[in-house]
């Protein structure tokens, strides 16, 4: 287990390299001044301009630069942001968690109904809900989440009036930031509308988390199923099913778990694909997430915002990948034995 | 086996089920409550773009004097009715002397400042602070004078500096303005939007702790509402003035969701996200609906296609009635404001009590246009700019596509047209420094009176605080208007005014357009009056009307129905 952890550990110190390698180099690839790039500060005096060329080493050479960048990295200075000129990592703190709350409801929905969805269709192998199951989820796959988006706006919010259409929650409720996941927040806050902000929050979840969890459900239901139809074909399966065990005990007791054991895997590797969809959700839904800042910055070009805001993002998803890795080494054993990273 | 099967199938369904209960749940577990709901108490209103300022002594924008002058403050003396009479507000009464000139205000006693996270008042209005107020516009050493610009444009316009000899404190709720000159719209000045009165203590305050900015970020008012938080481009929240000298307003908290994008709004409104919105689009969807009301006023206000007559070619008047009678303005009201303006013959709206019937609608002539480009030495065509702006305006909806179809007009005459715009506030300044041709623009009126369309659209002293972005400078016209502001007598005064515009429509520096209807959207269940025939939006008498009983209790049997539902489980 030791090694095991070294070696994802050794594999994060060496991508992160490569991607903070890569998010300084950005800053001599887009137009401008490097330092300026770095720093973000726009309209800064002589002597300021030559303290922060000094912090970044500017007269030094190159490799030189880059240390003293990934320096300012690991102390959490991100430059600042062209646009509004505040701090970057200060935005990218207020902003990150709502696309984590976005992603995590969408992944739990996506989780919830894609993965029994899988099952049954596994169940019942080549019957008509297996190709019903299966064809749905095709069709949904297909499915682009801009035009999915739009016409769940269309649709439930306008033409029903259920559910609203833009923001994390009505502008009414003062909900003071301090976890930065909203359903959090309100449950802390002390205010007199606790439950109708939490029910307001809720209703605006809603839809965004439902567009974004359609293509991650459907390539849930994809993979429950084939795991679930190779589970049911081993022959530990067929020696419990001869010594006349139940329909029941067979599934829950023996398949169930051996079959979500090789979907976990996925699953991390699944969030990696679900923000970037969160990512155009955010915009049509005027999510307050990273996703949407990121597409802000880069029309209003924030150098500064994109690069940094790439290197959050990039990082984050590792983490998630790595975390996943550990989680499905914890449950199967088996897996404890692989020394290399995937 | 098969019942087996069955069992675990509906076994999944039920988990799930039980889910969406829960969901739906949290969605109806409400209603219980015997007080109105947050909502019920609240009002959000879309708004179309953020305020520059929350100090309407500095601008003249719309979009800031709706978000600011109405919600946080109060003026000596406002409109009421639908005669716009001069009716008392911080001040009970006022006197005029015989000749005009001094002008004496008594204040009533019992006017509270707002108190915020930022400021407690310690005192109740007093004259001082009418004196901070007007001090900082028309004294250049007040210390408050240069904090924020120094740029007060709307009494630039009208030469307040030049008109007031002096402001003298009687006592704390005495007040006297004395005048160099007797002006007729000196009364009327006072009570637009942008003549509001600020806190004196709160300025003191603000020098000591040094932060003199705050007071027009951090605003302290008499008005209806106090301000809570503001986030850039985001949302302004006020809160109800609990202390208003008046009634106090009925709704608890009003909040701006500041939506620029036209389409957001209209998407806002009909899913029930904001309960008002600003300058809606597809008024025949929001008329279909049973739920929603449009609202509108003809708005006191001209959008116009206006020519610097300091640039060739259009210093030269025939170039400019030639272009004028190149224009198709039929199609423009048409397509532009769907129909929904009226013809402008002049710049100011015929329902103005200055308007002479005797002034000719110019004709769309473009065979007549090409020979008088002919006479002026340019029968070979020329290529000009038209500045487009970049906002919708109720004045101008649609600058660029307006631009478009007088860029198709001129076509037909040999004039190539190149589209410019830019971004709303590096439009403005470049226009205020000339270095356009012709702009697409227009004025709201601030009040009723006819020379607030003469004089700050296209008086001399206007070109130099920048709304004259014509540049245009007659005497004669000036003349005529100084004659009119200096007598009481209507009829006189109309017939200076009628005369003024023909030298305008002789001239012709600019070319009225039309004169837009303002619209607004809004909820069924909000009432009161919230547009006003000119200047801003108003949310002071504004409250929602609570729904019926009935549906209520339904609401209450269905999330009981859920409940059982989820006691079977």
């Known amino acids: 287990m030791l090694i095991f952890t070294l070696r994802r550990l050794n594999l994060f110190i060496f991508t992160m390299l490569v991607l903070t390698l890569l998010s300084f180099s950005l800053s001599f690839l887009f137009p401008g001044d490097p330092v300026i790039n770095l720093s973000g500060q726009l309209n800064s005096t002589e002597q300021q301009l030559a303290v922060i060329n000094q912090s970044y080493?500017?007269?030094?050479?190159?490799?030189?630069?880059?240390?003293?960048?990934?320096?300012?990295?690991?102390?959490?200075?991100?430059?600042?942001?062209?646009?509004?000129?505040?701090?970057?990592?200060?935005?990218?703190?207020?902003?990150?968690?709502?696309?984590?709350?976005?992603?995590?409801?969408?992944?739990?929905?996506?989780?919830?109904?894609?993965?029994?969805?899988?099952?049954?269709?596994?169940?019942?192998?080549?019957?008509?809900?297996?190709?019903?199951?299966?064809?749905?989820?095709?069709?949904?796959?297909?499915?682009?989440?801009?035009?999915?988006?739009?016409?769940?706006?269309?649709?439930?919010?306008?033409?029903?009036?259920?559910?609203?259409?833009?923001?994390?929650?009505?502008?009414?409720f003062e909900i003071e930031m301090v976890t930065g996941i909203q359903f959090f927040d309100i449950l802390m806050s002390n205010s007199p509308d606790k439950w109708q902000a939490f029910q307001d929050a809720t209703a605006h979840i809603i839809l965004p988390a439902c567009v974004v969890a359609l293509a991650?459900?459907?390539?849930?239901?994809?993979?429950?199923?084939?795991?679930?139809?190779?589970?049911?074909?081993?022959?530990?399966?067929?020696?419990?099913?001869?010594?006349?065990?139940?329909?029941?005990?067979?599934?829950?007791?023996?398949?169930?778990?051996?079959?979500?054991?090789?979907?976990?895997?996925?699953?991390?590797?699944?969030?990696?694909?679900?923000?970037t969809i969160a990512m155009v959700t955010e915009v049509i839904f005027s999510w307050p997430g990273i996703g949407r800042w990121l597409i802000e910055s880069i029309y209003q070009r924030d150098y500064t915002a994109i690069q940094s805001g790439l290197l959050v993002l990039s990082c984050f998803i590792f983490i998630v990948h790595i975390l996943t890795d550990f989680i499905y080494a914890a449950l199967n054993p088996l897996a404890r034995g692989n020394k290399h990273g995937s | 086996m098969i019942l087996n099967k069955v069992i675990t199938t509906t076994g999944v369904g039920l988990l799930k089920y039980s889910a969406l209960v829960v969901i739906i749940?949290?969605?109806?577990?409400?209603?219980?409550?015997?007080?109105?709901?947050?909502?019920?108490?609240?009002?959000?209103y879309c708004s179309e773009g953020s305020p520059e300022t929350f100090n309407p002594q500095l601008v003249t924008s719309g979009t800031t004097i709706d978000a600011t002058s109405h919600q946080l403050y109060d003026r000596l003396i406002t409109y009421k009715g639908k005669e716009n009479i001069l009716s008392p507000a911080l001040a009970k009464s006022w006197h005029v002397t015989k000749d005009g000139k001094k002008i004496t205000f008594y204040l009533r006693q019992d006017v509270a400042f707002h108190q915020t996270d930022y400021f407690t008042p310690s005192r109740k209005l007093t004259a001082d602070d009418v004196l901070f107020s007007f001090s900082r516009i028309i004294d250049k050493e007040h210390p408050y004078h240069h904090i924020s610009g120094g740029h007060y444009p709307f009494f630039q316009s009208v030469e307040f500096g030049n008109l007031i000899e002096k402001?003298?404190?009687?006592?704390?709720?005495?007040?006297?303005?004395?005048?160099?000159?007797?002006?007729?719209?000196?009364?009327?000045?006072?009570?637009?939007?942008?003549?509001?009165?600020?806190?004196?203590?709160?300025?003191?305050?603000?020098?000591?702790?040094?932060?003199?900015?705050?007071?027009?970020?951090?605003?302290?008012g008499t008005g209806p509402f106090k301000l809570k938080e503001y986030h850039i481009g985001s949302?302004?929240?006020?809160?109800?003035?609990?202390?208003?000298?008046?009634?106090?307003?009925?709704?608890?908290?009003?909040?701006?969701?500041?939506?620029?994008?036209?389409?957001?709004?209209?998407?806002?409104?009909?899913?029930?996200?904001?309960?008002?919105?600003?300058?809606?689009?597809?008024?025949?969807?929001?008329?279909?609906?049973?739920?929603?009301?449009?609202?509108?006023?003809?708005?006191?206000?001209?959008?116009?296609?206006?020519?610097?007559?300091?640039?060739?070619?259009?210093?030269?008047?025939?170039?400019?009635?030639?272009?004028?009678?190149?224009?198709?303005?039929?199609?423009?009201?048409?397509?532009?404001?769907?129909?929904?303006?009226e013809m402008a013959n002049s710049i100011i709206p015929k329902s103005s009590w200055a308007y002479d019937d005797s002034i000719q609608m110019q004709e769309y002539n473009p065979i007549q246009a090409k020979a008088l480009l002919e006479v002026a030495g340019l029968a070979q065509g020329f290529t000009m700019d038209i500045w487009a702006m970049p906002v919708q305006r109720s004045y101008n909806p649609n600058a660029v596509t307006m631009a478009?179809?007088?860029?198709?007009?001129?076509?037909?005459?040999?004039?190539?047209?190149?589209?410019?715009?830019?971004?709303?506030?590096?439009?403005?300044?470049?226009?205020?420094?000339?270095?356009h041709q012709t702009f697409l623009l227009g004025w709201y009126a601030d009040h009723p009176d006819p020379d607030n369309f003469f004089s700050p659209m296209l008086s001399c002293s206007a070109t130099e605080t920048g709304n004259n972005r014509t540049f245009w400078c007659n005497k004669e016209y000036d003349a005529l208007l100084q004659q009119a502001l200096q007598t009481n007598n209507i009829k006189k005064r109309k017939s200076y005014y009628a005369a003024a515009m023909k030298v305008i429509n002789e001239e012709l520096p600019l070319l009225p357009i039309a004169h837009s209807k303002r619209y607004q959207a809004r909820d069924k269940a909000v009432k009161g009056k919230i547009l006003a025939d000119f200047g801003g939006i108003s949310f002071y008498q504004v409250y929602k009307e609570s729904p019926t009983q009935n549906p209520e209790e339904s609401e209450n049997e269905g999330s009981s129905n859920n409940l059982n539902v989820e006691a079977k489980h």
């Open chain 1, 57 to 172: 080493r500017m007269q030094d050479n190159i490799i030189w630069q880059y240390f003293a960048y990934i320096q300012h990295i690991i102390q959490g200075d991100f430059g600042l942001s062209m646009s509004s000129q505040s701090p970057v990592i200060d935005e990218i703190m207020i902003l990150l968690p709502a696309t984590i709350e976005l992603s995590l409801v969408a992944l739990l929905i996506a989780m919830f109904t894609g993965i029994p969805l899988g099952f049954i269709a596994a169940i019942k192998h080549n019957k008509t809900s297996d190709n019903i199951i299966l064809s749905v989820a095709m069709f949904g796959y297909s499915i682009p989440v801009f035009w999915l988006g739009l016409l769940a706006i269309l649709f439930f919010s306008i033409g029903l009036g259920w559910l609203p259409s833009a923001g994390r929650i009505s502008l009414l």
């Open chain 1, 216 to 275: 991650p459900a459907t390539i849930f239901v994809r993979l429950a199923r084939a795991s679930m139809i190779e589970v049911l074909e081993t022959s530990y399966i067929r020696a419990v099913k001869a010594k006349g065990l139940s329909f029941q005990q067979i599934i829950f007791r023996h398949a169930l778990r051996n079959a979500l054991i090789k979907i976990i895997r996925h699953v991390g590797l699944q969030f990696a694909n679900l923000v």
């Open chain 2, 25 to 44: 749940l949290l969605l109806c577990a409400c209603g219980d409550s015997n007080k109105l709901s947050l909502s019920q108490r609240s009002i959000i």
């Open chain 2, 167 to 220: 402001i003298e404190k009687i006592n704390d709720y005495t007040i006297r303005f004395q005048l160099k000159h007797a002006d007729s719209t000196f009364l009327a000045n006072l009570a637009t939007d942008f003549a509001i009165i600020l806190s004196q203590e709160y300025a003191e305050q603000l020098a000591l702790k040094k932060k003199e900015h705050d007071i027009d970020l951090h605003p302290i």
């Open chain 2, 235 to 341: 949302f302004i929240r006020y809160y109800r003035h609990d202390d208003y000298w008046q009634d106090q307003a009925k709704i608890e908290q009003l909040v701006y969701d500041i939506s620029p994008s036209k389409t957001s709004r209209l998407t806002k409104l009909l899913a029930k996200e904001c309960d008002v919105s600003s300058y809606p689009i597809a008024h025949g969807k929001i008329k279909e609906r049973q739920d929603l009301e449009l609202d509108s006023v003809t708005a006191l206000n001209i959008g116009y296609f206006g020519f610097n007559t300091k640039k060739a070619p259009f210093n030269n008047k025939l170039v400019r009635l030639a272009v004028s009678l190149a224009i198709n303005k039929q199609a423009l009201i048409d397509t532009v404001y769907q129909g929904q303006a």
């Open chain 2, 404 to 435: 478009k179809l007088i860029q198709a007009d001129l076509k037909e005459i040999g004039i190539t047209v190149n589209i410019i715009s830019y971004e709303w506030t590096t439009f403005l300044r470049k226009l205020a420094q000339g270095e």
